[in-house]
């Protein structure tokens, strides 16, 4: 069943077939009518982080919580794509729970993305509203430039006295970090993440410090990035990952071997830099 912007996969009948009902998610007493609370209690929104891309990165709490809540909504870039986020998620998921897909494009006009994130929030608080739980599974952590962000900031003007409960995830620079033994952070050593922009001068501003830089969303700009690494002299200690955890997973460690490739494996990669500083002291 499609609804506007989402597609949903919807059983009106399986909660008496066996998902457990919203009360069980958390150890919270809900107000009932016979307890003198309202007639009516909203449902809560879990924000899930659910790491890079591996299922088994996903933690304990998360994954309790997806195999046992009612709605699940997962964020994809288009309408004709599939959700990055259900494809993680959907091995911890209940065959009966309700997915509800929602379009988060990839644009920049702020007035289209506002629209957007307004309506996922009208939908998702619609859920809430039936007094039902609903999980938003988001890549990586739940605050780190994720759409889940502005699904909270939307859902907080319309419905501020939502309850929303946010479950860390293993950033996806963490999971490069582990398989390439890069160590981002030792003593007092600095550490600046920045977002590769098209006019990158937030990267050559950051690769002019001491530290480590953690660029990300390198995308079709990994050309670019590569000459400023060789012009800063750290492309030789960087280490380059994309899709981390993920059956197409690539990891490198000799970035030069990455020259005209950026079309095929920018997207969701990662390169960490050591800029060089005494982190001992």
């Given at each position: 069943?499609?609804?506007?912007?989402?597609?949903?996969?919807?059983?009106?009948?399986?909660?008496?077939?066996?998902?457990?009902?919203?009360?069980?998610?958390?150890?919270?007493?809900?107000?009932?009518?016979?307890?003198?609370?309202?007639?009516?209690?909203?449902?809560?929104?879990?924000?899930?982080?659910?790491?890079?891309?591996?299922?088994?990165?996903?933690?304990?709490?998360?994954?309790?919580?997806?195999?046992?809540?009612?709605?699940?909504?997962?964020?994809?870039?288009?309408?004709?794509?599939?959700?990055?986020?259900?494809?993680i998620?959907?091995?911890?998921?209940?065959?009966?729970?309700?997915?509800?897909?929602?379009?988060?494009?990839?644009?920049?006009?702020?007035?289209?993305?506002?629209?957007?994130?307004?309506?996922?929030?009208?939908?998702?608080?619609?859920?809430?509203?039936?007094?039902?739980?609903?999980?938003?599974?988001?890549?990586?952590d739940?605050?780190?430039?994720?759409?889940?962000?502005?699904?909270?900031?939307?859902?907080?003007?319309?419905?501020?006295?939502?309850?929303?409960?946010?479950?860390?995830?293993?950033?996806a620079?963490?999971?490069?970090?582990?398989?390439?033994?890069?160590?981002v952070?030792?003593?007092?050593?600095?550490?600046?993440?920045?977002?590769?922009?098209?006019?990158?001068?937030?990267?050559?501003?950051?690769?002019?410090?001491?530290?480590t830089?953690?660029?990300?969303?390198?995308?079709?700009?990994?050309?670019?990035?590569?000459?400023?690494?060789?012009?800063?002299?750290?492309?030789?200690?960087?280490?380059?990952?994309?899709?981390?955890?993920?059956?197409?997973?690539?990891?490198?460690?000799?970035?030069?071997?990455?020259?005209?490739?950026?079309?095929?494996?920018?997207?969701?990669?990662?390169?960490?830099?050591?800029?060089?500083?005494?982190?001992?002291?």
């Amino acid at each position: 069943m499609r609804k506007s912007i989402f597609a949903g996969r919807t059983d009106s009948s399986c909660f008496s077939r066996g998902i457990p009902t919203d009360r069980s998610l958390d150890s919270d007493d809900r107000a009932t009518p016979e307890s003198g609370g309202s007639a009516m209690t909203l449902g809560t929104l879990y924000g899930i982080g659910i790491g890079p891309g591996d299922p088994d990165l996903i933690t304990v709490k998360g994954v309790q919580l997806l195999s046992r809540c009612r709605h699940v909504v997962v964020p994809k870039a288009s309408e004709s794509a599939d959700s990055v986020a259900l494809r993680i998620v959907k091995k911890h998921l209940n065959p009966l729970t309700e997915i509800h897909e929602v379009v988060f494009p990839m644009i920049t006009k702020r007035d289209e993305l506002m629209a957007r994130w307004g309506a996922s929030a009208a939908y998702v608080e619609s859920i809430l509203s039936r007094g039902e739980d609903a999980c938003f599974p988001t890549l990586g952590d739940t605050f780190l430039y994720s759409t889940y962000i502005y699904l909270v900031r939307a859902l907080r003007d319309t419905l501020p006295e939502a309850r929303i409960v946010t479950i860390p995830g293993v950033t996806a620079f963490s999971a490069v970090a582990a398989v390439t033994e890069f160590a981002v952070g030792e003593g007092k050593q600095s550490v600046t993440i920045v977002p590769t922009a098209d006019d990158l001068t937030s990267v050559r501003d950051a690769l002019r410090r001491n530290g480590t830089v953690v660029i990300m969303k390198i995308g079709k700009r990994l050309e670019a990035v590569l000459d400023l690494l060789e012009e800063r002299q750290a492309i030789e200690t960087a280490v380059f990952a994309s899709h981390i955890g993920m059956p197409d997973e690539h990891v490198e460690t000799d970035l030069r071997k990455l020259r005209g490739r950026g079309e095929q494996i920018g997207y969701l990669s990662i390169i960490l830099a050591n800029m060089g500083t005494e982190c001992l002291e």
